[in-house]
C-alpha cells in the first residue's frame, strides 16, 4: 500500500511563495511518476505540474509555467513542487498523485494514489 503525505501548505500574499512537499512510502517510488494536482472551491480537479520517474522530464499547466517548479528526490521518496509569485487564483487544496507509469503524464486517470491534500491560500 502506498501512503502519499504532503506539507507545506498555508497562507501566502500575492507575489510570495510556498514549497509543498510530498512525502511516500513504499520501496518503489522511483519506478513511477509523479504530480501535483489543485482543487479550487467550486471547480473540478486540475493538473498542475508532473515529472517523470527519473525527473528527467516535467510538464506544466499553462497557468504556472514559469512559477512553478517540480522537482523529486529519489533517495528521500519525495517530490517538491516550489511556487512562485503566486497568485490569488492559485488558491486550492493542492494534491499528490502516484502515476501507473513511468512516463510524464497530465491525465488524471493515470494516477492511482493520491495524498490527503493541503491547502493554499493566497490573499491579494
Known amino acids: 500500500q502506498v501512503q502519499l503525505v504532503e506539507s507545506g501548505g498555508g497562507l501566502v500574499q500575492a507575489g510570495g511563495s510556498l514549497r509543498l512537499s510530498c512525502a511516500a512510502s513504499?520501496?518503489?517510488?522511483?519506478?513511477?511518476?509523479m504530480g501535483w494536482f489543485r482543487q479550487a472551491p467550486g471547480k473540478e480537479r486540475e493538473f498542475v505540474a508532473a515529472?517523470?520517474?527519473?525527473?528527467?522530464?516535467?510538464r506544466y499547466a499553462n497557468s504556472v509555467k514559469g512559477r512553478f517548479t517540480i522537482s523529486r528526490d529519489n533517495a528521500k521518496n519525495t517530490v517538491y513542487l516550489q511556487m512562485n509569485r503566486l497568485k490569488p487564483e492559485d488558491t486550492a487544496v493542492y494534491y499528490c498523485?502516484?502515476?501507473?507509469?513511468?512516463?510524464?503524464?497530465?491525465?488524471?486517470?493515470?494516477?492511482?494514489?493520491w495524498g490527503q491534500g493541503t491547502q493554499v491560500t493566497v490573499s491579494s
Open positions: 498523485a502516484r502515476a501507473t507509469v513511468g512516463r510524464v503524464t497530465t491525465l488524471n486517470y493515470d494516477y492511482n494514489y
Open positions: 513504499g520501496r518503489t517510488f522511483s519506478d513511477y511518476a
Open positions: 515529472i517523470s520517474w527519473s525527473g528527467s522530464t516535467t
